[in-house]
């Protein structure tokens, strides 16, 4: 996949998510505000660490690690059902 880290950067036309800290991990929401989008901890203005996206009915849809702002080891995509559908492996090699 090319550029791993759409899933943080918004286009300027999209209106940016809500988001909140609670206990040191960063929640953003999607449009309607009330269902998570994405969690994980923020380091210095970069993701850092164990991060998770979710659809909009709540499953999850893909997790991974970053190193400060860098996508790094295992990479997973779920399904609708949240069974993997997907493992990539983002080391450097």
Not at 33 to 49: E, Y
Request: hydrophobic share 25%.
């Amino acid at each position: 996949m090319e550029n791993e880290n759409c899933d943080l950067a918004q286009p300027k036309e999209i209106k940016n998510k809500k988001q909140e800290v609670i206990d040191g991990y960063t929640y953003k929401y999607h449009a309607n505000g009330k269902t998570i989008w994405s969690k994980g901890k923020m380091v210095d203005d970069q993701p850092n660490g164990y991060w998770e996206w979710y659809r909009a009915d709540g499953t999850i849809k893909r997790s991974g690690f970053f190193d400060m702002g860098n996508p790094i080891g295992e990479w997973v995509t779920y399904d609708s059902n949240g069974q993997t559908y997907k493992t990539t492996n983002r080391d450097k090699k």
